[in-house]
């Protein structure tokens, strides 16, 4: 149900956060004739400077509790806990606080495609994305990677199919928000640094399911037994896909082949060797994308096309360099223990782990069965758990990064961690430390 009527002329609108998510809300917000206040923790924004011509009040140095409790509305972007106690202020007075992919969504025309899971939405987003747009459908991507949904809504049209990536942080605070096709790829405790359990972030992540309806569709990874659960209370029809093979109907691995499997038929969607991104689990992410596509009504030829020209993205299982034989590899994006563990797993012996970033929860003893199969593994994971600090506001939090240099004789180096915003020029400089250490030459290096 689209709530095209939300109407926020004159009413006192404050945002929450000057990352990419809020900025674009404040702008949509100051386009549609609120009174809006930009609070910010830092105390300079310049990016915030083309806001003030449309009226906006910009709030810096803090959130105070006037602001949000004296609004009509309050809008968080994805980083900001919901805890904070200018936030709790507004709660207090009865303000609505709602996420900014609730705001966007109440103005959307088209349909929402929204992915979620531990690891992979990225990467799963952007290929169903390339995958309706070959098949000839006018698409926005975004959400928590790329354009955030409050920049998308002037484009919207009701022909638009909207392919959302939705974290956690950002379902927490939805109320309406309402996909068509919903996507969990898989789960995993994550973010405990931020969510008080791995219950209350696994209800979190189930919310993308809750507004949905008998005419929608829940695409659900049949692998993954916390997947079924949380998907259990949806009312959506439900589209599986397993690697394993293990259902009657929905989309699996054959013969070499993706495939939509029916009651009495079976159609190929994508050869396997159209694939051209490292790492084998990655395949559950083009199956996820193949079965949204099918949905949406894309042609075989349509998916198989957008596979095959996709190259995976920055920071996920991305080959940036190969020196004397030494393949450096970029798995920055994986910012958790299970995806870390994926990425280890996608590599034959004598391979060196670099591990660094922000400890946001689980049980690295889970890395050690993977590290054993590796020769002479080392790992510097600088993760000791932070104190919980509700005024961050960052849409997306990176950590320091810490670096082993590899031993001799190894085949290839891995670092993982919560690294997503390093540069491949970075990478290029650590690569040049550990050939000045004689460390890896005539070998493979990968982060």
Known sequence: MKHLEFDVTGKRVTVAG????????????????ARVTLSEMRSEAPETEPLARLGVQLELGGHQAPTFADADLVVLSPGVPPETPAIQAARDRRVPVIAEI??????????VIAITGTKGKSTTTALTGRMLEAAGFKVTVGGNIGAPLSAQVSESTP???????TSSFQLEQIDTFHPWIAV??????DHLDRHPTVDAYGAAKARIFENQDTSDWMVVNADDPEVLRLSRKGRARTRLFSKDGAVT???VLEHGWIVDRGMTTEEKLVPLDAIHLLGPHLVNDVMAAAAVGTIAGAAPAAITAAVESFPGLEHAMELVADIGGVRFVNDSKATNIESALRAIQSFPRGLVVILGGRFKGG?????R????NTDKEQTAPNAAPPAKDPAKDKDSETGDKTSAAPPKEQQAVVATGDMGTQSDEQLIQAIDVLR???LVSGRTASR
Not at 18 to 33: C, D, P, T
Not at 184 to 189: D, I
């Open 184 to 189: 969990m790829l898989n789960f995993s405790p």
């Open 102 to 111: 609730e705001l966007a969504s109440r103005w959307l025309q088209g349909r």
């Open 18 to 33: 000057a990352a990419r998510s809020g900025l674009a809300a404040a702008e949509l917000l100051a386009r549609r004739g």
């Open 159 to 165: 022909d638009t199919l909207h392919v959302v990536e």
């Open 363 to 367: 049980d690295f003893t889970d890395l």
């Open 249 to 251: 109907v929905g989309t």
């Open 436 to 438: 000045g250490l004689a």
């Open 369 to 372: 069965g993977a590290l054993k």
